[in-house]
T-cell receptor
Framework: NAGVMQNPRHLVRRRGQEARLRCSPM?????VYWYRQLPEEGLKFMVY????????ESGMPKERFSAEFPKEGPSILRIQQVVRGDSAAYFC????????????FGPGTRLTVT | QKEVEQNSGPLSVPEGAIASLNCTYS??????FFWYRQYSGKSPELIMS????GDKEDGRFTAQLNKASQYVSLLIRDSQPSDSATYLC?????????????FGQGTTLQVKP
């Protein structure tokens, strides 16, 4: 049973470019969460999605960041016009459709903005 | 006041000892509590979940929850050098329409051979 899959594992972008991070949840999981971990900081919630719906985006920066989880295909976190401060590890987690249930994390995408 | 607080450590214990990791949270409405282990450069790995007051044991790990004191702990018995990692306490907020976990800053555990 494959776990949460994320790609790419490492992504280097120049300032002003776009970054697209992909996440496929575990089999049987319909809830996807994105978290960001900045260097020397804790893990911070960004957005919670179900298929074709954004449920909670209270942790998303107001500008340049967007997320989607289409009916078919992986969830995508998109960062437009990246800046150096966006350099971080971005983790996706998934859970079965139970509120407050266990969330399982993918390996993460390490974004470096040069 | 941070929503979820942990001592950053490092907590250093000798091999074979019991490691005790503590976490407090501020929201009395919190419903679910989790401990994750994160090795340097890796992703968080779920090791324990606890939902009701009391103790929950799984192998060498015991999670303890006291909702009245808003306190969660993790005990690791017979600590091994491979347990050296950062341990993250996470709390599910409980309000409607959110599934977010609030994480503490993590406690770094060092198990010395």
């Amino acid at each position: 049973n494959a776990g949460v899959m994320q790609n790419p594992r490492h992504l280097v972008r120049r300032r002003g470019q776009e970054a697209r991070l992909r996440c496929s949840p575990m089999k049987g999981h319909s809830h996807v969460y994105w978290y960001r971990q900045l260097p020397e900081e804790g893990l911070k919630f960004m957005v919670y999605l179900q298929k074709e719906n954004i449920i909670d985006e209270s942790g998303m920066p107001k500008e340049r960041f967007s997320a989607e989880f289409p009916k078919e295909g992986p969830s995508i976190l998109r960062i437009q016009q990246v800046v150096r401060g966006d350099s971080a590890a971005y983790f996706c987690a998934s859970s079965p459709p139970v509120r407050g249930g266990e969330q399982y994390f993918g390996p993460g995408t390490r974004l470096t903005v040069t | 006041q941070k929503e979820v607080e942990q001592n950053s450590g490092p907590l250093s214990v000798p091999e074979g000892a019991i490691a005790s990791l503590n976490c407090t949270y501020s929201d009395r409405g919190s419903q679910s509590f989790f401990w994750y282990r994160q090795y340097s450069g890796k992703s968080p790995e779920l090791i324990m979940s606890i939902y009701s007051n009391g103790d929950k044991e799984d192998g060498r790990f015991t999670a303890q929850l006291n909702k009245a004191s808003q306190y969660v702990s993790l005990l690791i018995r017979d600590s091994q050098p491979s347990d050296s990692a950062t341990y993250l306490c996470a709390v599910f907020h409980g309000s409607s329409n959110t599934g977010k976990l609030i994480f503490g800053q993590g406690t770094t555990l060092q198990v010395k051979p």
